[in-house]
């Protein structure tokens, strides 16, 4: 372990890291979540759902793009490899334009955790396999669907050369896992996702990372704060402004990282990074 004080690189106080999720649902499906209320007989083909669905490939990966490229922020999009399918121009131009691209996945209601270690396997390659082609180089990171890993997912990214995973939900700072088949950089996930605001107002998505990012750079340099966003959602322009809004207020200040996913991995790596405990940061032992 690396006991050197925690720093990014260059002295930056705040990292920030900027998830963006393009989903599709197997044949006949959608979203189980959506601005609706009214629910539909079981066995229902819910085409309004399914259409939903589809606007994340249609225009919202475009609108989202549009907003990060004007803000010069890279962002990490995790495509279900059957959306890079369907969506494959929206992929391409995420990978030209200097956006990371890592696996979610085949289809969003395809777990992992459900699938034999054979399949899950299978899975994980195919994925990866239809992402590099499109994007030119094979992903470094992996973000499950509906962050649904099972015990065998992380050693089977770890053997496929991957990086960094981005579902941890128990740090808050880069973290090392080993596993049988090599490590991998556990990265924070985002606890306030956009559909977060489906029924309410999107204003409260500006308002908690506003106030998020405020206690973070005030309160904890050398802090991390990942947003997350979905394609569907918040590339609509509703959420779209309250996206805008908070790039907008982020980017005002000094000493800000907005990073890729491998930046962030990458650094741990470099820096012989294992984990950044709170209570190292902020106690003295």
């Known amino acids: 372990m690396n006991e050197q004080p925690f720093c990014w690189p260059n002295g930056k106080r705040i990292a920030i890291t900027i998830m963006v999720l393009l989903e599709t649902w197997s044949e006949g499906k959608g979203p189980p979540y959506s601005v609706q209320t009214t ?148 990265l924070p996930v985002s606890d306030f996702a956009d559909n977060r605001v489906l029924r309410a107002s999107p204003r409260d998505y500006y308002d908690v990372y506003k106030d998020t990012f405020d206690y973070l750079y005030l309160r904890e340099p050398m802090s991390m704060l990942p947003l997350a966003l979905h394609a569907h959602w918040g590339g609509r322009p509703l959420m779209a402004a309250a996206f805008w809004k908070i790039m907008e207020y982020i980017s005002q200040f000094p000493d800000v990282w907005f990073a890729k996913s491998v930046d962030i991995a990458q650094w741990a790596i470099d820096q012989q990074v294992d984990s950044v405990p709170y209570a190292r940061r902020f106690f003295q032992q």
């Open 39 to 186: 629910n539909l007989k079981p066995g229902t083909i819910d085409n309004s759902s399914i259409s939903w669905g589809q606007y994340g490939g249609n225009e919202g990966i475009w609108r989202i793009l549009r907003i990060l490229d004007h803000f010069k922020a890279p962002g990490t999009f995790c495509p279900n490899a059957r959306s890079a399918e369907l969506y494959p121009d929206a992929i391409k131009q995420a990978a030209r334009t200097g956006h990371e691209i890592a696996g979610h996945g085949y289809l969003q209601d395809q777990l992992m955790i459900y699938q034999e270690r054979d399949e899950e396997r299978a899975t994980i390659r195919r994925s990866l396999d239809i992402l590099e082609k499109l994007a030119g180089q094979r992903p470094k990171g992996w973000a499950s669907p509906v962050l649904a890993w099972s015990k065998d997912t992380y050693e089977l990214l770890a053997a496929e050369g991957l990086l960094w995973h981005g579902e941890a939900k128990d740090i808050s700072l880069p973290q090392r896992i080993k596993t049988p088949s090599g490590s991998l950089i556990a």
